[in-house]
């Protein structure tokens, strides 16, 4: 009775504090505040997002793959976030080990990232293809541009909505140069070295014009990927026809299509479509994996947070996540200085 009593006089104490801050417990139209206790197992869980009529057993998955795509937590407000391409291959793994799951749906919406995280989720789409033999259609949202496009190459079929931004296909090596800035504050850098290209690629100086040479290589290796990968995925495209397209400029859905970059124009409901279509099956109902506390209503569902955002001491601030202190390799659509 002591401890029922305690409980109860602690959960006094929490209303009137959050009464004091001004807090809605749902009595109103202004909302509500709940509190609920987080499971401790984060698997993800299958939601049902769309629903065909009578009796269905079969799925198709749709996974989001979203925001700037790197090897790193997306950092977010109290926590560190996804890792996107850690998320991204265990949506594919729940999709590959569910039998009733008979097709995929990628609804992308990202300008790129860096080199290794597009590759990576390049292989593991054609990985999965391969070790399950479901197909899987790529839909554009917004934005599907460069490494964005580059893992979508890796799909069945292609199909953009008619306001898509896509293409974008190159590589781009983002550095800064401060020597100039700290000349002016008689600040000087002096590295010691092991060798002379120890340093390459330093903020704190200018780059020589061999240090250049070397960097361009490695984005000219990177861009020959690029385009070897899109000629692997859009077979019906020559490479002098892939190389013409790949000048690194974006391009509407109806440019991409009359390029021959997408397969057609349409929204993510034909994106299910298409899919139930090559898993040659009528009916399937659609499903997310989700974790606990993360339900979404519809397919339609998270809007992701802009990718360029990074929360620094609970302010939001605009920072590139590129401007590190060690050269990057981007297949990005870099429309931020």
Known sequence: MKAFNKIKL????????????????????????KITPIPADQ???EQVVLRDPGWVSDRIALIEISG?????????????????????VENLAAAASDS?????????????GTVTASDTLYEEISAFKKKTGKPVVAYFQDVAAS??????????????????????IGVIMQMIDVSNTMAKLGISADAIKSGPYKDTGSPLREMRPDERKIFQGLVDNFFGQFVDVVCAGRPKLAREKVLTLADGRVYIAE????AGLIDRIGTL????????????IKAAHTVRYIRPLGWKPNIYAQTPAHPGAWTINLINVQ????????????YIWQSEG
């Open 10 to 33: 602690m959960t006094l104490r929490l209303t009137l504090m959050l009464a004091l801050l001004g807090l809605d417990f749902g009595c109103g139209p202004s909302g509500g505040f």
């Open 43 to 45: 698997t993800l869980r």
């Open 68 to 88: 700037i795509l790197m090897n790193a937590y997306e950092p977010r407000l109290f926590s560190e976030g996804e890792h996107p391409v850690s998320l991204a």
């Open 100 to 112: 009733r799951v008979k097709a995929v749906v990628l609804r992308i919406n990202s300008p790129g």
């Open 147 to 168: 490494g964005g496009y580059y893992l979508a190459c890796a799909a069945d079929e292609i199909i953009a909505q008619r306001t898509t931004v896509t293409g974008s």
């Open 255 to 258: 440019q991409a299509l009359e």
């Open 269 to 280: 409901h034909d994106a299910i479509e298409a899919a139930k279509s090559r898993a040659n």
């Open 319 to 330: 920072v590139p996540f590129y401007w590190t202190k060690r050269p990057v390799f981007l």
